[in-house]
């Protein structure tokens, strides 16, 4: 700050009035001052930033971490181009080579599944080719109508030979009172094929019954029984393997799907201890009665 004379004498001895002198301050040293403290301010938080970003530029631009991205990629490319090769490799091979292929992974995961079929129908051909080759089969059946059909006449029609022993295990039609499972499957089937009541499910199984005893007489070792068990699935089981036939509450056995088991697994082991439990309770046919629903 400084001081001033309030007058002055101009040119030509003319008085001039000067204003009283103000604090004066250093405009240019206030402002750098301000810059200094905005810029000491910004700078924290500028370091910041830059240590992170200079951390993160070498971890990005390691030689490790670019190893690791390029092997992902390359094993990600090497294992698409393998499957597309085994894909396309196991579209040349035989049937008989796929088919050994499925037993093996059937055979490592311990269920023995080697194949599922849509529908019950759709095995009938995989089925009869199994019961030309078993030593011995044991059947289990919620009716038994394609027992009278050509998938098993074939058990009729082998005398001798490999085949040691036929069983065949049908429900009871004797057994249909109303807490019999004769009945329950009858009112089960009676809401999606109205045409199933009355008695005629188990008019349908003695007819059956009638036919296999009939065809018995001229096979060796067929041994047919009668026994009431729950109406849930159908077994057709030989030394090799099982077919297992899950029926659906909403359909006919014959839409139902079936499962080809290998013998010895998990879930062959399970269908064959169902039969045996309900053959040992089971008895020989009576074939009294009427044909027809009363």
């Not at 008085?15 to 000491?40: K, M, N, T």
Request: overall charge positive; glycine content about 8%; aromatic content about 6%.
């Amino acid at each position: 700050m400084t001081d001033s004379p309030l007058s002055e004498t101009g040119p030509g001895g003319r008085l001039r009035v000067r204003r009283a002198s103000q604090p004066h301050w250093d405009a240019d040293q206030d402002g750098h001052e301000q810059l200094e403290a905005a810029r000491s301010q910004a700078e924290p938080r500028q370091a910041s930033v830059s240590i992170h970003a200079e951390s993160a530029i070498p971890l990005v631009r390691s030689g490790r971490v670019r190893g690791e991205l390029v092997q992902a990629f390359w094993a990600g490319v090497v294992s698409s181009l393998v499957a597309s090769g085994l894909l396309l490799g196991l579209s040349w091979l035989s049937p008989r080579a796929r088919a050994a292929i499925a037993r093996f992974v059937a055979g490592m995961n311990g269920a023995g599944v080697e194949h599922t079929y849509e529908t019950q129908s759709a095995a009938s051909r995989d089925i009869a080719r199994e019961l030309q080759r078993a030593r011995w089969v044991k059947i289990l059946a919620s009716r038994g109508n394609e027992l009278t059909r050509d998938t098993f006449s074939l058990l009729t029609a082998r005398r001798g030979g490999s085949l040691d022993s036929i069983q065949i295990l049908l429900p009871d039609p004797g057994q249909d009172g109303a807490e019999s499972w004769l009945q329950e499957r009858e009112r089960e089937v009676s809401r999606f094929d109205p045409g199933i009541s009355n008695g005629l499910l188990g008019s349908s199984i003695r007819n059956n019954i009638r036919y296999i005893v009939d065809r018995a007489d001229r096979a060796e070792r067929l041994d047919l029984r009668v026994a009431d068990f729950p109406h849930v699935a159908r077994i057709v089981a030989t030394n090799r393997y099982l077919f297992l036939t899950v029926y659906n509450s909403h359909g006919h056995g014959r839409d139902s799907p079936c499962v080809k088991i290998q013998a010895g697994s998990v879930l062959a082991d399970m269908a064959l201890r169902f039969f045996a439990l309900h053959w040992d309770k089971s008895t020989s046919p009576a074939l009294g009665g009427s044909d027809t629903p009363s």
